[in-house]
C-alpha cells in the first residue's frame, strides 16, 4: 500500500470537522495551500496549543485552562444551586438573562442511545459526586426541550431523587423542541423563575 501524501493526511484530518465531506475537505485544503499558507500554520498552532491547555473544569465540566473554571471559583455565586446544561453555550445564554445565581454543570452532551451516547459519556458520576457536596440543595435541569434532552432531563431528576436531592426542571416557556442557544434571554429568564420540581 502506498503510503499517503501529505495532502491527504491533511484532507483526512479536515473530515473529522462536522459536516465535512470529503469533497469539501479537500477544497478547504487546496484553498489553505494555495490561498492561505499563514492562515493554515496558525490554524495548526491554535490546535495544538488549544489541545494542549485546555481540559474539563474539576468541579462543572466546563472548558477551561485552570484545574478549576472562573465561575466555580466566583464567591459571589449561590453554591445551593446547580444548573445542569447541555453545552458550555447554553450556559451563556443562561448567563445571559443576568438572573441566575448559582453554579452550573455542563454535561457536553445529552443522552442519545441511537448515536452510542449513554450516561458514562455525559460524565453523570461527576454530576453525582458535584450534586453531593453537602452544599447543593437544588438541581435546576435546563436541558433543551428536544426529545432527547427532555429523556436526559427525566434521567438525571431520577437519578437524583433516588439520592435525596431536589430536582427542578426549566418551565416550559422554552417552545417544545426548542434549543436553548436559539431561545430569547428574557424567555428562559422566565422558565427559570418558573421551574418546577420533577
Ligand atoms: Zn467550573
Known amino acids: 500500500m502506498k503510503p499517503q501524501t501529505s495532502l491527504e493526511i491533511l484532507a483526512e484530518a479536515l473530515r473529522r470537522l462536522p459536516g465535512v465531506g470529503p469533497k469539501s475537505a479537500q477544497r478547504m485544503a487546496y484553498h489553505l495551500l494555495q490561498h492561505d499558507r499563514d492562515g493554515a500554520a496558525q490554524l495548526g498552532r491554535a490546535l495544538m496549543q488549544a489541545v494542549e491547555k485546555i481540559h474539563h473544569c474539576a468541579m462543572c465540566n466546563t472548558f477551561t485552562e485552570n484545574d ?18 447541555e453545552t458550555p453555550s447554553d450556559q451563556m ?9 448559582g ?10 442511545p441511537l448515536d452510542g451516547v449513554g450516561p458514562k459519556d455525559i460524565h453523570l458520576e461527576k454530576l453525582i459526586v458535584r450534586a453531593t ?39 416550559r416557556g422554552v417552545p417544545v423542541g426548542g434549543e436553548l442557544e436559539y431561545v430569547d434571554a428574557g424567555t428562559i429568564a422566565r422558565a427559570m423563575l418558573d421551574r418546577r420540581t420533577t
Open 68 to 85: 478549576v473554571c472562573e465561575t466555580c471559583l466566583d464567591p459571589e455565586r449561590d453554591a445551593s444551586l446547580l444548573c445542569v446544561v
Open 93 to 101: 445564554m443562561i448567563e445571559q438573562t443576568m438572573m441566575y445565581k
Open 103 to 112: 453554579l452550573y454543570f455542563v454535561l457536553m452532551g445529552r443522552l442519545s
Open 133 to 171: 457536596d453537602g452544599l447543593v440543595s437544588e438541581v435546576v435541569l435546563a436541558t433543551n426541550f428536544t426529545n432527547e434532552g427532555e429523556a436526559t432531563a427525566h434521567y438525571i431528576g431520577e437519578m437524583l431523587k433516588a439520592r435525596g436531592l431536589k430536582a427542578s426542571r426549566l418551565a
